[in-house]
């Protein structure tokens, strides 16, 4: 059973250029969750979606960043007009659904780089 | 708002030695889950284990024991016998019965020496 896929791995950016991040949940998850982490620091919540659902994006900043979950293919984050402070590890984590509260798996993230 | 704070930011320790990780919590609901992960050097974030507040009986795996104590508001994490695979950020985390989303602590780096 395949993990949490995120691609690219690796992603250098202009100041000015979009960025956009993908991410392939496990599979039979269906709750896929977006985290950032800044250098030297923990992880920070963005944003939680179900599929073609946004249920939870108090984290995310309030321009250019925006996030989707479609009915078919991956999770996609995108960072519009990048700016050098967006420069991070942004992963992606996902669940399955039920109760009690399951674990988070997550992907390997994405090291967005801005110059 | 729920808060985790890892005080540690930075642990050296020679091989097999016992090394505890401290974390302690902060939050009024009184469903809640703690979790512990790990981030080797490679950077994925590995899960390591899950507790909720309903259940306060420790837990031990393998080299890796958890001490849950909801008086003190700590979900400690000790490593017996310590080894340099063992080096890496570790993460204690925090999500409400009520929500979905982890809050982090800010990890603390453990490095075992040779």
């Known amino acids: 059973n395949a993990g949490v896929m995120q691609n690219p791995r690796h992603l250098v950016r202009r100041r000015g250029q979009e960025a956009r991040l993908r991410c392939s949940p496990m599979?039979?998850?269906?709750?896929v969750y977006w985290y950032r982490q800044l250098p030297e620091e923990g992880l920070k919540f963005m944003v939680y979606?179900?599929?073609?659902?946004?249920?939870?994006e108090s984290g995310m900043p309030k321009e250019r960043f925006s996030a989707e979950f479609p009915k078919e293919g991956p999770s996609i984050l995108r960072i519009q007009q990048v700016v050098r402070g967006d420069s991070a590890a942004y992963f992606c984590?996902?669940?399955?659904?039920?109760?009690?509260?399951?674990?988070?798996?997550f992907g390997p993230g994405t090291r967005l780089t801005v110059l | 708002a729920q808060k985790v704070t890892q005080a540690q930011t930075e642990i050296s320790v020679v091989e097999k030695e016992d090394v505890t990780l401290d974390c302690v919590y902060e939050?009024?609901?009184?469903?809640?889950?703690l979790f512990w992960y790990k981030q080797p050097p490679s950077g994925e974030l590995v899960f390591l284990i899950r507790?909720?507040?309903?259940?306060?009986q420790n837990e031990i795996s393998g080299r890796y024991s958890w001490n849950f104590q909801k008086s003190t508001s700590s979900f400690n994490f000790t490593i017996t016998a310590s080894q340099v695979v063992d080096s890496a950020v570790y993460f204690c985390?925090?999500?409400?019965?009520?929500?979905?989303?982890?809050?982090f602590g800010s990890g603390t780096q453990l490095t075992v020496l040779p």
């Open positions: 984590a996902s669940s399955p659904l039920g109760q009690p509260y399951n674990e988070q798996f």
């Open positions: 599979k039979g998850h269906s709750h």
């Open positions: 979606l179900q599929k073609e659902n946004i249920i939870d």
């Open positions: 939050t009024r609901d009184t469903t809640y889950y």
């Open positions: 507790r909720n507040s309903f259940d306060e």
């Open positions: 985390a925090l999500t409400l019965g009520s929500a979905r989303q982890l809050t």
